[in-house]
């Protein structure tokens, strides 16, 4: 059975798992950023620099800024319980309460790029990102809601691995497990390819930027 055939089949149940996603999702987070910049300062050191590469594997640090908040706190609220794996995200996110990763992830994310509807993707998206992706990550790659992660122009190498953690297990998501299991490495690179392409893209966080303002 082709790509194709695999991912109309799954369509509808996936599209069931999403809408419970979207439904279940949790409040906003309230962070502050002002204080978040303060308590995240240790960030900084591989998420605001450009080139700076996961040892093992060896992958890009993902760009954050223009990133959901929410979607942030997620994360670190996984990496904190260890439904994601990775040492030294676990190691610092143990260290934060509820309030702290909330206001963390607001400094880190800045002022999140808006979703937009009438986006025109560049270049011819890979079969998976129009029968399925879209429902979700809209047509390039921006989360339609929250807790949802926007992925226009994040670092290709950095997509590959967290759909790759996604297939073998090593983070946990009922949405998102069963379809990356049907994906084969082709189909996971050309979808890394296809979001890193797309704007208006993520940034890295700034090293010094301007005072951070209260929101």
């Known amino acids: 059975m082709s790509l194709r055939s695999i991912l109309r089949a799954a369509a509808p149940a996936l599209a069931l798992l999403a809408l419970g996603a979207v439904t279940a999702a949790p409040a906003a987070a309230a962070g502050d950023p002002v204080r ?3 308590l995240g300062y240790t960030c900084l050191g591989c998420h605001a620099i450009a080139t700076y590469k996961n040892v093992y594997p060896t992958y890009s640090v993902p760009k954050l800024r223009g990133q959901h908040a929410e979607y942030l706190s997620v994360a670190l609220k996984a990496y904190r319980s260890g439904e994601r794996s990775h040492g030294t ?3 610092h996110a143990v260290t934060l309460d509820d309030q702290d990763i909330d206001d963390v992830a607001a ?6 790029i808006p979703f ?5 993707p560049a270049g011819t998206p890979p079969p998976a990102a129009t029968a399925i992706c879209g429902s979700c990550h809209g047509a390039v790659g921006i989360g339609n809601v929250g807790n949802i992660p926007t992925l226009t122009g994040q670092h290709a190498d950095y997509l590959v691995y967290a759909l790759e953690s996604y297939r073998n297990g090593s983070r946990k998501n ?14 996971i690179q050309a979808l890394a390819e296809f979001y890193s392409k797309q704007s208006p893209s993520l940034q890295t966080v700034p090293l010094k930027e301007k005072a951070v303002r209260a929101k």
């Open 107 to 112: 400094y880190l994310a800045g002022d999140s």
């Open 116 to 120: 937009d509807t009438v986006s025109t």
């Open 36 to 38: 978040g910049k303060t």
């Open 89 to 91: 995200m676990h190691a």
């Open 174 to 187: 009922g949405l998102m497990q069963p379809f990356a299991t049907q994906l084969k490495p082709e189909d």
